[in-house]
């Protein structure tokens, strides 16, 4: 654990929380994927008229894609489009995301589950993703961890994050749970809002561009620069913060 990681564990006292399921996002946490992500859309906001760098795509992560080229078509083009007309640039973004490798687990992550699972918590994935060829992908990699009914993804939500909404239906359905009984584990400034608006216990993984200060500032409780870092310190994290 980097030394700024352990002040921040130690300098805090245990909570009254009950956490009962870790909720993670997937892009950017599960998946070393935000770096194809970004080259496809812009690619595909490029083929529409509209200026998207790769820092957008970091700023953006999270929210339902349909979203994020609404919000830029009437920015940049002065269009109010359709959810039915995004979701075609959506497919083109998508197209392009699925020419590329696919992208690799990142380390610690198989590792953290496994001590998530001995732990007695269940695990969730919430995902502002409409890929349905991602999605399966998680439940072929994580499938003794995760089951299909526990992904909560952009069709299962009307708002997409930074709203609460898609940590609040994670938590319904990995069993119903409070918010002060989740763990939100995010990479992004979108997901981390959302995840603190739900009203969950908030990790944050660097795992991108973006300062530290970024994703603190949204809400999270504690940062890891990599998800391989919270892995080594699970147990810690949890005597630590949760007398578990």
């Known amino acids: 654990m ?25 892009d950017g946490v599960l998946y070393d994927s935000m770096p194809n992500h970004g080259v496809a859309w812009q690619r595909a906001m490029k083929e529409f008229g509209i200026h998207f760098t790769l820092e957008d795509s970091y700023a953006t992560e999270g929210a339902r894609g349909v979203d994020t080229i609404r919000k830029y078509a009437k920015e940049q083009l002065g269009k109010e489009l359709t959810e039915e007309e995004a979701q075609k640039v959506y497919d083109v973004k998508a197209h392009y995301f699925h020419e590329m490798p696919e992208a690799k687990v990142f380390d610690g992550v198989i590792d953290l589950m496994q001590k998530i699972k001995a732990s007695g918590l269940k695990i969730g994935v919430v995902t502002g993703s409409a890929q349905l060829p991602l999605i399966k992908r998680v439940t072929r990699d994580f499938g003794d961890y ?3 009914d526990q992904i909560t993804t952009a069709y299962d939500v009307k708002r997409g994050k930074p709203n609460p909404d898609p940590y609040l239906m994670g938590l319904q359905k990995a069993g119903n749970y409070l918010p002060t009984e989740g763990i939100v584990v995010e990479n992004a400034p979108l997901g981390v809002h959302a995840g603190a608006a739900a009203g969950c216990y908030t990790v944050a993984i660097n795992s991108g561009p973006l300062d530290d200060s970024v994703l603190l500032n949204e809400g999270a409780d504690i940062l890891f620069p990599t998800i391989r870092e919270f892995a080594d310190y699970w147990k810690l994290f949890l005597n630590i913060f949760f007398k578990y």
């Open 2 to 26: 980097s030394s700024q990681s352990q002040q921040n564990i130690q300098s805090v006292e245990g909570t009254r929380r009950n956490p009962k399921v870790v909720l993670f996002d997937m």
């Open 146 to 148: 995760v089951s299909a």
